[in-house]
Each structure stands twice: as C-alpha cells, then as structure tokens.
C-alpha cells in the first residue's frame, strides 16, 4: 500500500479538531511546560518556508515534553497592529482590521496545514478591545505608579504626594525622575492642581516628556530605529529627520539594574545576554563640573575615567544637548545650525554604527578643574545626549574615538606617561588606556593630588575621592538604556485611554476599559498635522456619562479631548506570555492561581532580531507587574532559543545581449553561457526543479517571455543558482503550501530540521527534500506492504532489533534536549535502514519507532500509531525509555590479516581470551589457504580490532 500523505494528513487534521487534542486545561496532578513562540505578524504575502523553521523546533519539543508526561501549553496569536496595514488602507482605502482579517485567517491555514500543536482556543490578537483592554490597563497602572530605587521596585504615586505633603522634592531622592525639582512641603501644598500634576509628571513610569525622535514626515509618524535604514524609512523610503517631540514615554532606565541582574537567573545564550548587557550598558564612574570660561555658571560631564583628566583637550557635546544653544557664539552660529542640519537626518543607530568623523567647534571654552586650562568646546554627533549627561571630556592620548577626532581636527594630543605610544593601534580595547600608571606632569600637578606609581584602578579611585571632597563632582553610575518612546502618530494601533483636561492627561476610568480604536474616513495626518484620529469624529471623553462622545460636544468642563496618539507595536507583545495563560478572563489579565501554575515561559523560540528591543521591553513590562503582584516571575522567558534564518536558493536564466528590442530574447543554458555576452536574471525558483527550468512555466510567467527561445544542454535548460536573503524581489521565496501540497506537510516539517542546527542559518535547497520524502516512504514500507499487507505481529524483537532502536531512543531524546534536530534525523534514517534490512516485523520495536518520530512527522506517526492497534493519541503516548543493557555488546567482529594483509573477518564472543582467539584464527578452514606450506611464526592480537598472522 502506497503512502498517500494528502489523505494522511487531511484525515488527522480534522480528527485533532474533532477531538479537541491540543487543548489544554490547568492540572495541578501535572508538571506544567509553557513552549512560546515570538508571535507573528500577519503579512499580505503569507508564510514562506524560513517562517514555520522556529515554529517546527518548539513544536517538536512540545510534543517531547507532553509525551514526557508535561502538562504543555503551546499557544499561538498574532500581532495584528502595525504599519504595513495601515499604509495599505492609506493606498487603498481599505480598513485596517478587514486586510488584518483576511492576512490572519491565510496565516491560519497555512499553519494548520504545518500540523503544529497549537491550542488555538487560547488565540490572542493585538488589534482585539478584549486584548488590548489589559494593555491599556498596564499603561494606565505605570502612568499611576513612580519607582522607588531605594526599594527598587513600583509603588502607587500616591505614597509619593504624601511623600511631598510632608517633605516636599526631598522625599524624592530615591525616586527615578527626568529632572532634580526643588520645592518643600509647603510649596507643594500651594500649587494648583495642573502644578502638581506637571510635578508628578516627573516621576511617573509611564510619562510624557520632550524626547528625540526619529520622524517620517512621508509616514506621519514617529519611528523606531529597525524602522529607518540608511536615513530612510525602511517602508516606502522616506527622509527621516531626528526630530524634538513631546511623547508618551516609559521609565524602562529605572529597571536598568534589574535587567541586568535578572540575566543571571536565565538560560540564554552568552551572545544575547551580552547583547543584552551591552545594550542596557552599565558604567560606573564620575560626573565632574567644567565652568564656561569667561561666564558664572558651569556644566556637568560624565566619564568611567576620572584619572585621565590631565590629558584632555577639548570637550564634545552631543548635537541635540541644550548646551549647544548656550555654548554657540554668535561667530560660529552659521555653522553650527549648518551642522545641526546635517545632525538631523541621522539616527542614532546611523551615529553609533559611523565611522567617519564629523563635527564643528561652539565657540566656547571651558576650565579644567585639576589645570586651569581653557579646552575648547566642539559638536559632534559620536556624543549621545541619551548617554552620561550629554557631553564628555576628550582624551585623545587615551581614547580611539577622541583620537580620530583630535586627529582629524588637527587638536593637541598629551600622553598622560613619557614616551607612551600614542597612536591609533595602541589603544587596549579593554581598559581604554595605553598606561598602566598614568601620572601627571610637574606643570599639571596640584597640591596634594598625585597618581604616580598607581594601578588603574587606584588610579580611578583616587581621582574619585578627590572630586567628591573637593567638590568638583559626584560618583554616579550610568546607564546607556533609554526610556521608551511609546507614541506613535498613527491611527492602526492599541488606543490610549487618555483624555485632556487643562492640557493635562487624565486616565480614563478602568472600569470603562477597553476604549476602542475610532473609525475615521482616513487614515493620513490631517491638514493641520495631527495624528489620523484627529479625524475621527466621534472621539471625546464624557466625565458624566463615562464614555466616548462627539468631540463637537468638547466644553472642557465635562466633555474632554481624547489622546490621538496610538502605542506602538510593541505594547501589544509585551505582556501577552501573560495573556495566553487566561485569554478569555474579563476580570483580570491572568488570574492569580492560573499565573502561579504557569509561572512563566520554560522555553522562547524566536529570532535574534529581537534581542534587544522586545526582549528589553517585554522584561520591563514583566518586571513592573510583578512589583505588583500580577505576574508571580520577575523574568518572562527562563530558556530562549534564537531559531537560524532559512535563505533563498535564487535560481538565474542567462539572457544573450542584444541591441535589438523588437525580436524575442533568447536564453542560453549554464553549460553555455560563456561562449555568449549574457545577463543574468532572477527567475522564480518555483518554475525551477532541482535547476532545470520548466520552459513553458517560464513564457507564461512573465509577458515578456512568452515568445522567449532557449539554447538548451541535452534538451533541457539548467539554471545558475545562488545563496541569498529569501525575498520577494528575488522570487526565491519559497511558499511552504506547494511543499505540502506535493511532499506533504511531515516532508516539509522533516526537511526543515534536517537543514542544519535551529540556531544556524541555512540556504533552502528544494534539491534536497525528495531524500526526506523518500525516507518517510521508507519509514511506511515498515509497516506495509506492496500490496497492502500489514506486516507488524507480535513476534518477539531480536537482540540486534533492539539494539538498533535503544540507540535510536538515546541518540534522539538526548538531540531533542539540545535541539539538535537535524542529527536525530539522521539517525531516524540509520534505525530504519537497520530495521528493514532485519525485516524488523516486531510491533514492540515499531511501536517505539512511532512514538519517538511524531514529534517530527505527526500525521503519519499517528496513521501507524492507530493502524498499531491504538485508539487514543499518539500525542499522548510514553516516551519510550532507553535501557543501556540492550546496547551490550555481546560479540565483536575482528579483522584476519596474513603478514599485514587483511583476508577476512571472524566473529568472536566479546569475552573470548587471546589464546581462544588464535586457536579459533588457526583452526579455521578460511585461514587454511594461507597457512598451507607456511610455518607460523607468531599470532597478533590487537583487541578488538585485528588478529595478524605472522607466517613464513
């Protein structure tokens, strides 16, 4: 009987629906496994083959572990906001949510063909008020709530207005804030409720403050920094400016410690943790003082190098720093603004990834403490405002990039030793210093400071001291990691539940939670330049009524203006781990005892891409509610696992050059083309099978073409082919349902994981699937023959049949551990080669053989599962267990060799002695014709590989 996948698989896609299989309910009687993937966003084009890679490796794991008897969830929803729709139904007028719709339920089927594991009961969506209403509920929970960095943790901002009542800014020094304010007790109590409310503003964890932002006039909207490539958006290709806007913003830096510390407590990789460090950026050092020369006031630099402060020799200001405007004099205005212009359309990203050195001089000097010295002040964007205090001191003996700059502006460069190498190659990526012990000059020296003969180290800490009693500065430690921006002046995102009252945002009652995203007749800023909600009619708050009104009805006494702002993706991907664990309670994002059986995420698949903004912002999330008590694990996602990229195979056709247009282009096979001048083009690798291009596929995909000739190799045209990016413009994209549709979906999934290791990245080659594909056949001719003759009985396995499938039990549940899928493959084609060669008929080795590949292939695993004689799930099967006694070797097989020539080969007991070994050698009748005549000198035994027989 011939294994007939599409019936196969059609069959038991329906029966899992029917039967509800991959439900699952809380069990406290059961060890829980929570497997989550980085939930998708739902394109127009559907999935390729390089989408489900991810999907596939923690399927398989969680069907391991829920045959290992965890109760597993393994959840799957879709981040339905986001740009690509909303600039869709700007081109086409289209509603947002109807293209949502319609790109969802195409994910949809193309993951159900995949046969994943998915309980799709637990489905969330982004874009859906009964989702969102938590997001909003979050947001409204930070913007109530100011960090406590004594306690380190989120507290009620109310504690804090009693804080103020009674001690007025002082109780505010263990506060994370944007700003030193300074008012008392009384003071407090005197302003009116918009003062206090600008106050607090301050302190909140969720804020709104004055931030750069990177701005897409041609979008309308605000940017991440993904979202902008070589100054331009990456969606359309519009100038993107670095723009000054008041924005919703998150403290995330508060959390900048915790973040750190809670790395330790995770199983990730060393590279995203140090992804991870690197991008929160801890620095412990000095913020110093510099007065302006000539002027009474003085500003504040920070530096993890205090003991360098002899050598510097210029200061730097980061371009948007509000000392620029101070420090520019009215002589070098011109070209400052010119510079700032520049500034502007850089992002940060763009800025930190730079090499090329660029600046302009302020016109100002400034003092240094130790010397005395006038430095002058410069611009330059390799200085972040975002970073320290948004300006540094240069030392360019001891500093590669103040080096570069000192250089490329012809500025002095003082070595801090005698005869100190100072040139580009000496810097110690390490300590930043050429020195070991860096000394001042006698002409730089101050009364009672020296740092000759120190370390470093003492070096630093000696400076430190010195800074602090004299009142130079302060020990601080820094941060490189930014508060969030978290508005977007778009119309396809989560709402916020914000109304204005004075020109002062106010929350919308919780009880009134979820207010839904409006309707508007379009989707684009308005002609004033307000966000697309600006449209929208029906958007103001009722104090009275609680509820949306007509924003014609705003009075502001009781009818408010909305927020028209939305939040950005990632507000909707933060929490939703979260979520998953209780979709359906209106009453609460995830009840408590539910949260407490889940706890938090056993395992994380998803791409590198994400290892720093959303992993970043989703353990802040996570870690604000858990100061609150809503999430009982301060770290969402314990093991994490970053699956590889799949790449396009491109295929090429050669065109031969020609200068007239009018006559058909003609094609020259591979073989070929170098006896003509040809170009080559990209051609859709889905006309193309194993390189031979399907000629008449070809005319009718391009118009073109439909007259196109080919010069042909042996009556067929081969293609060229390269390894590069999937993309649609390469037409290497690879749709995963014609794989299905002609291999089946237990082919593709097998085929994916047979590529290479889930975290490498690797080219998909269609070339390679037919030997996945025949080994299921393989795999099925086990089970039946011919002419369809069930072939298992209950005969009893042999010795070498159980061998052959302990092997195969240790070999893969040890890979599926390590995810190292592709190996157990291997073996899987080993074990049933093995088998079949055996004429393996036993229903207890196949029935192990079933079990231990449906997390693999499960539509054909639960085919041979109940074709076995089961009637319940193979997904609910025990895994089996390997015994360590079947892989005994009870004989050894020796090679005979005559004077070093090997003859033949003897099998021996596996405990049989030398002198046994040479009798049986001797004695045997193969052995004679080569004895014959011969006298024997001597007889080798090398264990367990060779006897040698040394004659004469």
């Known amino acids: ?97 109807v293209t949502t719709e319609t790109n969802i339920a195409r994910y949809r089927e193309q993951l159900d063909k995949i046969g994943f594991s998915f309980d799709w009961d637990r489905e969330v969506r982004t874009c859906d008020p009964k989702y969102y209403k938590w997001t909003q509920w979050a947001f409204q929970k930070m913007f109530k709530s100011f960090y406590c960095q004594k306690c380190q943790k989120a507290m009620p901002i109310e504690e804090l207005v009693k804080m103020f009542e009674e001690k007025g800014s002082e109780a505010a020094e263990n506060v994370a804030k944007s700003e030193e ?51 331009v958006s990456e969606r359309g290709g519009f100038p993107v400016v670095q723009k000054k806007m008041r924005q919703w913003c998150l403290r995330v830096s508060a959390y900048s410690q915790r973040l750190l510390d809670g790395l330790d407590q995770v199983d990730w990789t060393d590279s995203i943790k140090e992804t991870q460090r690197n991008w929160i950026g801890r620095s412990e050092g000095t913020e110093m003082n510099f007065k302006v020369a000539g002027q009474d006031w003085d500003f504040t630099i920070f530096t993890t190098r205090a003991d360098t402060i002899f050598g510097v020799t210029f200061m730097v200001l980061a371009p948007e720093s509000e000392l620029v405007e101070k420090l520019t004099t009215s002589e070098q205005k011109a070209e400052v603004d010119e510079y700032l212009a520049y500034v502007k359309k850089r992002t940060e990203l763009d800025r930190m990834a730079n090499h090329k050195v660029t600046g302009v001089f302020s016109g100002s000097y400034a003092v240094n403490p130790f010397t005395g010295e006038n430095i002058p002040v410069w611009i330059s964007e390799y200085v972040l405002a975002g970073y320290g205090t948004g300006a540094i001191m240069a030392v360019p003996a001891h500093d590669s990039r103040d080096y570069a700059f000192a250089k490329h502006f012809n500025l002095p460069i003082i070595p801090l030793i005698e005869g100190a190498d100072v040139s580009e ?193 989703s353990r802040f999330w996570n870690k604000f509610l858990y100061d609150y008590g809503c999430s009982c694990k301060e770290e969402p996602y314990q093991k994490l696992v970053n699956q590889g990229m799949i790449q396009g ?83 290497n994209v690879v749709n995963p349902d014609m794989i299905v549709e002609k291999y089946g979906a237990d082919t593709l999934r097998l085929y994916e994981m047979f590529l290479g290791p889930v975290e490498a990245s690797k080219p998909w080659d269609t070339n390679g699937i037919d030997g996945c594909h025949r080994f299921l056949k393989k795999l099925w001719g086990l089970f039946f023959s011919r002419d369809g003759q069930f072939l298992p009985t209950d005969e009893e396995p042999t010795a070498e049949q159980l061998k052959s499938i302990h092997k195969l039990i240790k070999k893969v549940t040890r890979d599926i551990e390590h995810f190292s899928y592709n190996t157990s ?49 193979v997904c609910d099967a025990k895994w089996p267990e390997f015994n360590e006694k079947y892989l005994v070797e009870s004989s050894m097989q020796l090679t005979i060799s005559f004077n070093g020539k090997a003859r033949y080969q003897k099998t021996f007991p596996v405990d049989a002695d030398n002198e046994t070994i040479k009798n049986e050698v001797l004695a045997d009748e193969k052995s004679q014709k080569y004895l014959e005549g011969k006298q024997v000198v001597k007889v080798i035994v090398v264990p367990k590989k060779i006897v040698n027989v040394v004659i004469k």
Not at 198 to 212: C, F, H, K, S
Not at 689 to 697: F, I, Q, T, W
Not at 830 to 837: A, D, H, K, S, T
């Open 425 to 617: 190659e000496s810097f110690d990526a390490k300590e930043g210093t050429v020195c070991n012990s860096p000394a001042p000059t006698a002409k730089n020296a101050i009364a009672g400071f020296s740092l000759n003969g120190l370390s470093v180290k003492e070096a630093i800490a000696t400076t430190k001291k010195y800074v602090t009693e004299n009142g130079i500065g302060k020990v601080k430690v820094n941060y490189r990691l930014r508060d969030a921006i978290f508005s977007r002046q778009r119309y396809w995102g989560e709402p916020f539940p914000v109304y204005y009252k004075d020109g002062m945002p106010y929350m919308v009652p919780e009880e009134c939670l979820p207010v839904e995203l409006p309707e508007v007749d379009q989707y684009k800023p308005t002609e004033t330049g307000e966000p697309p909600l600006g449209h929208a009619r029906k958007w103001a708050w009722d104090t009275e009524k609680n509820e949306v009104v007509d924003k014609a009805l705003i009075n502001d006494t009781t009818i408010f203006p909305l927020e028209l702002n939305t939040m950005p993706g990632f507000a909707g991907s933060s929490a939703y781990y979260l979520r998953y664990m209780d979709p359906h309670n209106d009453k609460a994002l995830v009840a408590k005892d539910v949260d407490e059986y889940w706890q938090n995420v056993d395992l994380y698949v998803g791409g590198t891409e994400h290892a720093t903004g959303h992993l970043i912002y």
């Open 181 to 231: 304010l300074t008012f008392t007790a009384e003071e407090w109590k005197q302003m009116t409720e918009k003062e206090q409310q600008q106050v607090l503003m301050n302190y909140r964890i969720a804020y709104i403050g004055e931030t750069m932002v990177n701005w897409c006039a041609g979008l309308g909207t605000v940017l991440a920094n993904d979202e902008v490539v070589d100054g």
């Open 649 to 731: 195979r491109s295929n090429f056709v050669y065109r031969i050059n020609s200068d007239d247009h009018s006559k058909a282009p003609v094609f020259v096979s591979l073989g070929l083309k170098d006896q003509y001048e040809t170009t080559p083009i990209h051609v859709d690798v889905n006309i193309v099978n194993a390189d031979v291009l399907d000629l008449e596929a070809f005319k009718k995909w391009r118009p073109e073409y439909e007259n196109a000739e080919f010069i042909l190799e042996d009556g067929k045209y081969i293609c060229g082919w390269a390894v590069e990016k999937m993309s649609k413009s390469m037409f």
């Open 825 to 873: 493959i291997s073996a899987f084609m080993i074990c049933v080669g093995e088998l079949q060669q055996m004429k393996c008929h036993s229903k207890i080795v196949l029935q192990d053989l079933v079990v231990l590949i449906s997390p693999f292939a499960p539509h054909v695993a639960e085919e041979l599962w109940h074709q076995l004689g089961n009637e319940t799930t």
């Open 1 to 97: 009987m011939e294994y007939n996948f599409n019936e196969i698989e059609k069959k038991w896609r329906q029966k899992w629906v029917e039967d509800k299989t991959y439900k699952v309910v809380e069990d406290k009687e059961k060890k829980k496994f929570y497997v989550l993937n980085m939930f998708p966003y739902p394109s127009g084009a559907g999935l390729h083959v390089g989408h489900p890679l991810g999907y596939i490796a923690s399927d398989i794991y969680a069907r391991y572990k829920r045959q290992n008897g965890f109760n597993v969830l393994n959840p799957m929803g879709y981040d339905a906001y986001g740009l690509p729709a909303e600039q869709y139904a700007i081109q086409t007028g289209q509603h947002p949510a």
